[in-house]
Protein backbone atom coordinates (compact mmCIF):
# COMPACT_ATOMS: atom_id res chain seq x y z
CA UNK A 1 0.00 0.00 0.00
CA UNK A 2 2.76 2.42 0.89
CA UNK A 3 4.88 2.03 -2.34
CA UNK A 4 1.31 2.47 -4.21
CA UNK A 5 0.73 5.06 -2.64
CA UNK A 6 4.25 7.40 -2.58
CA UNK A 7 5.49 6.02 -5.75
CA UNK A 8 2.55 7.77 -8.57
CA UNK A 9 2.94 11.21 -6.43
CA UNK A 10 6.67 11.31 -7.70
CA UNK A 11 5.30 11.89 -11.01
CA UNK A 12 3.05 14.07 -10.24
CA UNK A 13 5.83 16.02 -8.67
CA UNK A 14 8.01 16.32 -11.69
CA UNK A 15 4.81 16.90 -14.16
CA UNK A 16 4.42 20.06 -11.46
CA UNK A 17 7.55 20.71 -11.40
CA UNK A 18 7.85 20.72 -15.43
CA UNK A 19 4.49 22.34 -15.96
CA UNK A 20 5.25 25.64 -13.61
CA UNK A 21 8.94 25.80 -15.13
CA UNK A 22 10.14 25.17 -11.92
CA UNK A 23 12.74 22.24 -12.88
CA UNK A 24 14.06 24.96 -15.00
CA UNK A 25 15.54 26.57 -12.15
CA UNK A 26 16.37 23.86 -10.15
CA UNK A 27 18.20 22.21 -13.23
CA UNK A 28 20.55 25.37 -13.29
CA UNK A 29 21.65 24.12 -9.24
CA UNK A 30 22.09 20.69 -9.72
CA UNK A 31 22.22 17.64 -12.61
CA UNK A 32 19.12 16.04 -13.70
CA UNK A 33 20.20 12.75 -12.27
CA UNK A 34 21.35 14.38 -8.38
CA UNK A 35 17.00 15.92 -8.77
CA UNK A 36 15.78 12.84 -9.73
CA UNK A 37 17.59 10.67 -6.99
CA UNK A 38 16.80 13.47 -4.72
CA UNK A 39 13.12 13.14 -5.15
CA UNK A 40 13.39 9.36 -4.83
CA UNK A 41 15.22 9.28 -1.89
CA UNK A 42 12.79 11.47 -0.33
CA UNK A 43 10.09 9.11 -1.33
CA UNK A 44 11.87 6.41 0.39
CA UNK A 45 12.13 7.83 3.57
CA UNK A 46 8.31 9.03 3.92
CA UNK A 47 6.85 5.65 2.75
CA UNK A 48 9.41 3.97 5.05
CA UNK A 49 8.31 6.22 7.86
CA UNK A 50 4.83 5.62 6.65
CA UNK A 51 5.27 1.74 7.04
CA UNK A 52 7.47 2.51 10.39
CA UNK A 53 3.85 3.35 11.91
CA UNK A 54 1.80 1.28 10.32
CA UNK A 55 3.90 -1.91 11.64
CA UNK A 56 4.17 -0.50 15.24
CA UNK A 57 0.84 0.51 15.34
CA UNK A 58 -0.36 -2.91 14.35
CA UNK A 59 2.20 -4.40 16.17
CA UNK A 60 1.17 -2.64 19.66
CA UNK A 61 -2.32 -3.90 18.97
CA UNK A 62 -1.63 -7.25 18.98
CA UNK A 63 0.50 -7.43 21.81
CA UNK A 64 -2.85 -5.46 23.54
CA UNK A 65 -5.03 -8.59 22.20
CA UNK A 66 -2.44 -11.10 23.10
CA UNK A 67 -1.01 -12.43 19.81
CA UNK A 68 2.31 -10.59 19.46
CA UNK A 69 3.64 -14.11 19.90
CA UNK A 70 2.43 -15.18 16.20
CA UNK A 71 4.79 -12.91 14.69
CA UNK A 72 7.93 -13.79 13.01
CA UNK A 73 10.17 -10.25 13.89
CA UNK A 74 12.92 -11.67 11.57
CA UNK A 75 10.52 -10.61 8.98
CA UNK A 76 10.57 -7.06 9.42
CA UNK A 77 13.91 -6.66 7.99
CA UNK A 78 13.41 -8.33 5.20
CA UNK A 79 10.06 -6.20 4.67
CA UNK A 80 11.90 -2.68 5.06
CA UNK A 81 14.73 -4.21 2.72
CA UNK A 82 12.13 -5.48 -0.13
CA UNK A 83 10.16 -1.76 0.35
CA UNK A 84 12.95 0.00 -0.50
CA UNK A 85 13.95 -2.44 -3.30
CA UNK A 86 10.27 -1.91 -4.45
CA UNK A 87 10.15 1.79 -4.09
CA UNK A 88 13.36 2.20 -5.90
CA UNK A 89 11.94 0.14 -8.77
CA UNK A 90 8.34 1.85 -8.94
CA UNK A 91 9.75 5.07 -7.89
CA UNK A 92 12.07 5.24 -10.94
CA UNK A 93 9.43 4.44 -13.49
CA UNK A 94 6.79 6.66 -12.36
CA UNK A 95 9.97 9.31 -12.34
CA UNK A 96 10.40 8.49 -16.16
CA UNK A 97 7.00 8.88 -16.74
CA UNK A 98 6.83 12.26 -15.30
CA UNK A 99 9.67 13.51 -17.04
CA UNK A 100 8.86 11.71 -21.00
CA UNK A 101 5.80 14.14 -20.42
CA UNK A 102 4.44 17.33 -20.52
CA UNK A 103 0.89 17.45 -19.16
CA UNK A 104 -0.96 14.92 -16.68
CA UNK A 105 -3.65 13.64 -19.55
CA UNK A 106 -0.02 12.34 -21.53
CA UNK A 107 1.15 10.91 -18.25
CA UNK A 108 -2.20 9.18 -17.57
CA UNK A 109 -1.63 6.87 -20.85
CA UNK A 110 1.33 5.93 -19.79
CA UNK A 111 0.55 5.12 -16.31
CA UNK A 112 -2.03 2.31 -16.98
CA UNK A 113 1.14 -0.23 -18.64
CA UNK A 114 2.67 0.43 -14.92
CA UNK A 115 -0.18 0.11 -12.51
CA UNK A 116 -0.76 -3.23 -14.57
CA UNK A 117 2.55 -4.12 -13.87
CA UNK A 118 2.22 -2.78 -10.14
CA UNK A 119 -0.95 -4.98 -9.72
CA UNK A 120 0.40 -8.62 -11.37
CA UNK A 121 1.74 -9.48 -7.49
CA UNK A 122 -1.86 -9.26 -6.03
CA UNK A 123 -3.19 -10.87 -8.86
CA UNK A 124 -0.77 -14.17 -8.20
CA UNK A 125 -0.80 -13.99 -4.45
CA UNK A 126 -3.30 -16.94 -4.35
CA UNK A 127 -1.22 -19.52 -6.06
CA UNK A 128 1.66 -18.67 -4.62
CA UNK A 129 0.48 -19.12 -1.10
CA UNK A 130 -1.34 -22.29 -2.10
CA UNK A 131 2.20 -23.36 -3.45
CA UNK A 132 5.58 -21.25 -3.18
CA UNK A 133 8.21 -23.29 -4.03
CA UNK A 134 6.34 -24.61 -7.43
CA UNK A 135 8.06 -23.33 -10.05
CA UNK A 136 5.52 -20.79 -11.54
CA UNK A 137 5.97 -19.13 -7.97
CA UNK A 138 9.84 -19.37 -8.32
CA UNK A 139 9.57 -17.46 -11.82
CA UNK A 140 7.28 -14.86 -10.69
CA UNK A 141 9.10 -14.13 -7.75
CA UNK A 142 12.38 -13.44 -9.89
CA UNK A 143 11.04 -10.98 -12.35
CA UNK A 144 12.34 -7.81 -10.95
CA UNK A 145 9.10 -5.60 -10.51
CA UNK A 146 7.72 -8.82 -8.83
CA UNK A 147 10.22 -9.42 -6.67
CA UNK A 148 9.83 -7.53 -3.55
CA UNK A 149 6.34 -8.20 -3.36
CA UNK A 150 6.35 -11.85 -4.14
CA UNK A 151 9.43 -12.70 -2.10
CA UNK A 152 8.17 -12.14 0.58
CA UNK A 153 5.11 -13.93 0.60
CA UNK A 154 7.09 -16.77 -0.19
CA UNK A 155 9.39 -15.78 2.70
CA UNK A 156 6.47 -15.75 4.75
CA UNK A 157 5.36 -19.18 4.10
CA UNK A 158 6.80 -22.30 5.20
CA UNK A 159 8.98 -23.64 3.95
CA UNK A 160 10.43 -20.41 2.09
CA UNK A 161 12.86 -20.20 -0.62
CA UNK A 162 16.23 -21.49 -0.57
CA UNK A 163 19.00 -19.31 -0.11
CA UNK A 164 20.19 -19.15 -3.62
CA UNK A 165 16.69 -17.20 -4.63
CA UNK A 166 16.34 -15.07 -1.76
CA UNK A 167 19.99 -13.69 -2.73
CA UNK A 168 19.19 -13.80 -6.89
CA UNK A 169 16.07 -11.65 -6.10
CA UNK A 170 18.63 -9.31 -3.77
CA UNK A 171 20.88 -8.99 -6.98
Known sequence: ITVMTSAPMLMNTVLEEKMNKVSEVLISAVSPFQLMLGKLLGCVLVSLTLSSL???????????IGYFH????????????????????????????????????????????????????????????????????????LIPPFTPMLMMIRMAAPPGPAVWEIVLALV
Do not use: K
Request: aromatic share 14%.
Open 70 to 141: FVPLEMLGWFFLFQVMALGIFGSIFLAVGSACNEIRDAQSLMAPVMIMAMVPMFVWGPILQSPNSPFSQVMS
Open 54 to 64: YLGSILWSLHR
